[in-house]
């Protein structure tokens, strides 16, 4: 092999190098694990699912946004129904998603870039209040979808992120239904903020 040859492949490998370490999403959870809420959600006798929005001058993908708040509706109708069917006690939940970061890459650009279109992430707190305001819990989730994986995909990996946070924040709103217990952040230990 001349040495011209090794040269240009020794930089293609680095462009490609520095092209991939682009790619990783840049969003990261606080933690891998959400702390209980401040009592089951049991004893309220009213749950209020708000519709999910980005926070306040967040600008994000509003259909990938959309697609979050469908699934967690779907995710929570039939036990919102169940639940808001006990007799009321006076105690109302007010469950309100918000997508704090969210990269979306999907459609023509997810098709024509592939992986250089780089990673998908996003971060969602939700925040659940007593009808007085009080924070009773405000677990965040995240999850990711690489580059390489949803490049290859055309952008099926972008789209099963979307309905994976839903389903993260859904199950720990049911699993603390009736017991106090916390759930998932969706978070790996590399997906964590360093402090």
Wanted: positive net charge; aromatic residues 6%; glycine residues 10%.
């Amino acid at each position: 092999m001349n040495q011209a040859l090794k040269r240009i492949l020794l930089v293609s490998g680095l462009l490609g190098l520095v092209l991939l370490q682009g790619c990783a999403t840049k969003i990261k959870a606080s933690a891998t694990q959400n702390p209980p809420p401040a009592e089951a959600f049991a004893s309220f006798g009213r749950i209020e699912l708000k519709p999910t929005v980005f926070k306040d001058g967040y600008r994000g993908d509003q259909s990938g946004l959309a697609k979050i708040d469908d699934n967690i509706k779907l995710d929570l109708a039939a036990s919102l129904a169940t639940w808001n069917s006990k007799p009321a006690n006076g105690r109302t939940l007010v469950i309100e998603p918000v997508v704090e970061e969210m990269q979306f890459k999907h459609g023509a650009k997810r098709v024509l870039l592939g992986p250089l279109a780089g990673s998908s992430g996003v971060l969602m707190r939700v925040t659940i209040r007593d009808q007085r305001g009080n924070v009773v819990a405000a677990p965040e989730f995240f999850q990711r979808a690489d580059a390489m994986a949803a490049g290859f995909l055309f952008g099926v990996h972008d789209n099963l992120m979307l309905t994976r946070i839903a389903n993260l924040a859904s199950g720990y709103i049911i699993a603390n239904y009736e017991n106090s217990v916390g759930g998932p952040t969706g978070a790996d230990d590399k997906a964590v903020k360093l402090k």
